[in-house]
């Protein structure tokens, strides 16, 4: 008979992944584990972890195996449709959240363009419940589980499914904020044949070019969706910072900057009309 302990000494996996994979099938705490490292366990939980530890040692990303991943201090549901929600990314919300304080507009209208779990979306939804929020994406199972996110933790957003701009039906308002967060991976960047990156969706990852493809449609088609003073700000790769200041002046883009995610990366470039 297996119990948590042997299962943790016996593991090739870090201690802390295994503890999270015994967690979710007993359906315990971490505390609950430490309080009962060597009680035996039922022989079809054991099958079940070894099942999971086979997957994880395979190398899909545990918030796959999991089911979920925290982003803005809430749980969203996650599946291989769906992008993982990266820590990155959070500057890009809380530069939306910085955005909408300064705006006097009753209810400003925010966009996020690519939505994938409904990250970005949801997150401004639940921090500026003020705001309306409109999300899109091509991918109708991407868009499931958005759905399914914003009804689990209780977000208002509209969800329509298209290529950018094109999802948004022709009597849509105008908007004071769009987001987005791009698939920006050059085709030919060997980390798309690495890590988790192997098992998330490609059209989440790559515009299958030069990168930038997708973020130059995004600025060009924001002209036409931005409300007067309204702001665009886009998260890119760690390279991309200039060529997407310069995408946004000239387009027509006033104030555009960049700012640094965590790792002191330029993340995320905005501009203003
Ligand atoms: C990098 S993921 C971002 C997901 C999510 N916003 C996040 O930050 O975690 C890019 C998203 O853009 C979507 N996408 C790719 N091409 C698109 C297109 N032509 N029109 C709309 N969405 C697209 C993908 O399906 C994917 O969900």
Redesign the pocket.
Known sequence: MSCVRDLLRDSPLPRLEMQMLLQQVLGVSRAWLVAHDTDPLPEDAVANIQALMARRQAGEPMAYILGTREFMGHDFQVTPA??I??PD?EVLVETALDILQGKSVAQPRVL??????G??AISVALAYPRASVTA????PQ?LQVAHANAKQLGAAVQFFE???YQ?LPAETSPFDLIVS???YIRADDTHLAQGDLRFE?R???TDDANGLQ?LVRIVEGALAWLAEGGALWL?HGWDQGADVRQLLAQAGFQRVESRRDLAGIERISGGYL
């Open positions: 769906v992008l929600p990266r990314t996020d363009l690519g939505t994938g779990s990250a970005i899109t994406d091509s991918s991407a298209g290529d950018w999802a967060n791009p698939p969706p059209s989440a990852l997708a998260e």
